[in-house]
């Protein structure tokens, strides 16, 4: 019985999802536009030239998937979000999408209800020490002074 209602659950999870993502799909098309959520400045991944066009690894894969789905590169409305501002924007339906630094933990896979697509980029986390302190791993850092964002995943990384 158990095993049912679990099963049952998932595919109404599923299919909710489903219609969900297929919702998105069919506003992009109607609009003719993929609004795309990026970082802001974030050079290298998504940062607008002098000229004012964005560039970058994020915003490839939004122009990737305006191809795909409308049949034009250029068919991407480019949103600049904060790490604050990100999921709001996307659970709003103010982007359809959000191509930038967002890491997938457990707990927004489960909190946030979104549909992660995938891992599209790898970063590591490390220290840097001056060679004559000869550090030879974290642990000999407890208590050291170090530099992090606040807010962040790399924050929560650090004190694990």
Same mark, same amino acid.
């Given at each position: 019985?158990?095993?049912?209602?679990?099963?049952?659950?998932?595919?109404?999870?599923?299919?909710?999802?489903?219609?969900?993502?297929?919702?998105?799909? %069919?506003?992009?098309?109607?609009? =003719?536009?993929?609004?795309?959520?990026?970082?802001?400045?974030? *050079?290298?991944?998504?940062? +607008? %030239?002098?000229?004012?066009?964005?560039? =970058?690894? %994020?915003?490839?894969?939004?122009?990737?998937?305006?191809?795909?789905?409308?049949?034009?590169?250029?068919?991407?409305?480019?949103?600049?979000?904060?790490?604050?501002?990100?999921?709001?924007?996307?659970?709003?339906?103010? *982007?359809?999408?959000?191509?930038?630094?967002?890491?997938?933990?457990?707990?927004?896979? *489960?909190?946030?209800?979104?549909?992660?697509?995938?891992?599209?980029?790898?970063?590591g986390q490390g220290f840097?020490? +001056?060679?004559?302190?000869?550090?030879?791993?974290?642990?000999?850092?407890?208590?050291?002074?170090?530099?992090?964002?606040t807010g962040t995943t790399?924050?929560?990384?650090?004190?694990?």
């Amino acid at each position: 019985m158990k095993k049912t209602v679990f099963l049952g659950a998932l595919t109404v999870a599923g299919l909710a999802a489903s219609a969900a993502m297929a919702s998105t799909l %069919d506003d992009v098309k109607a609009r =003719g536009k993929l609004n795309c959520g990026v970082s802001t400045g974030l *050079v290298g991944f998504a940062a +607008p %030239d002098a000229n004012g066009r964005w560039n =970058g690894y %994020d915003v490839a894969i939004c122009r990737a998937v305006a191809a795909a789905v409308l049949g034009d590169s250029e068919a991407v409305n480019f949103v600049p979000t904060t790490g604050k501002t990100r999921f709001t924007a996307l659970a709003s339906g103010e *982007v359809d999408m959000l191509a930038r630094n967002t890491t997938w933990t457990f707990s927004r896979d *489960v909190d946030l209800k979104f549909e992660f697509v995938g891992v599209n980029y790898y970063d590591g986390q490390g220290f840097m020490v +001056p060679k004559s302190l000869g550090v030879s791993s974290a642990k000999e850092l407890d208590g050291a002074t170090v530099c992090i964002q606040t807010g962040t995943t790399t924050e929560l990384n650090l004190a694990d």
